[in-house]
Nanobody, 114 residues
Framework: QVQLVESGGGLVQPGGSLRLSCTAPRMIFSMYTIGWYRQAPGKQRELVAQITRADNSEYVDSVKGRFTISRDNAKSTVYLQMDNLQFEDTAVYYC????????WGQGTQVTVSS
C-alpha cells in the first residue's frame, strides 16, 4: 500500500522550533494537495496545513503565523516548519492527501514541554 512517511518530531520547550518532513511517492507528490494533520491525546485528528501542487497553502487558525508548509519537488518532500511551539501543539503529526485519504502512516510525535 502507498504510504507517506513522516519524520522530524521530538521534544521541544515552549517557544522552540521543529521541522517535520513528509516523503511521498513521486507520482503522488506531483498529483495531489498534501496536508499535515495532528492528533492530540483524546482529541480528533485535525488538518493543520495543506499545500497544493501550485504552492498555495492554507492553515488552521491556531497555527497561522507560527507554522509554514512548503514542498521540495526534487525530493518529493513536504515540510512543516513549526516555530514558537506551544503546549497545545503536542500531538502526533501525520501527512496525508486531503482530497484522497491514503492509509495513515505511523506519524511523528511532537511534544512541547518545559
Amino acid at each position: 500500500q502507498v504510504q507517506l512517511v513522516e519524520s522530524g518530531g521530538g521534544l521541544v520547550q515552549p517557544g522552540g522550533s521543529l521541522r517535520l518532513s513528509c516523503t511521498a511517492p513521486r507520482m503522488i507528490f506531483s498529483m495531489y494537495t498534501i496536508g499535515w494533520y495532528r492528533q492530540a491525546p483524546g482529541k480528533q485528528r485535525e488538518l493543520v496545513a495543506q499545500i497544493t501542487r501550485a504552492d498555495n497553502s492554507e492553515y488552521v487558525d491556531s497555527v497561522k503565523g507560527r507554522f509554514t508548509i512548503s514542498r521540495d519537488n526534487a525530493k518529493s518532500t513536504v515540510y512543516l516548519q513549526m516555530d514558537n511551539l506551544q503546549f497545545e501543539d503536542t500531538a502526533v503529526y501525520y501527512c496525508n492527501l486531503p482530497f484522497k485519504i491514503m492509509t495513515w502512516g505511523q506519524g511523528t510525535q511532537v511534544t512541547v514541554s518545559s
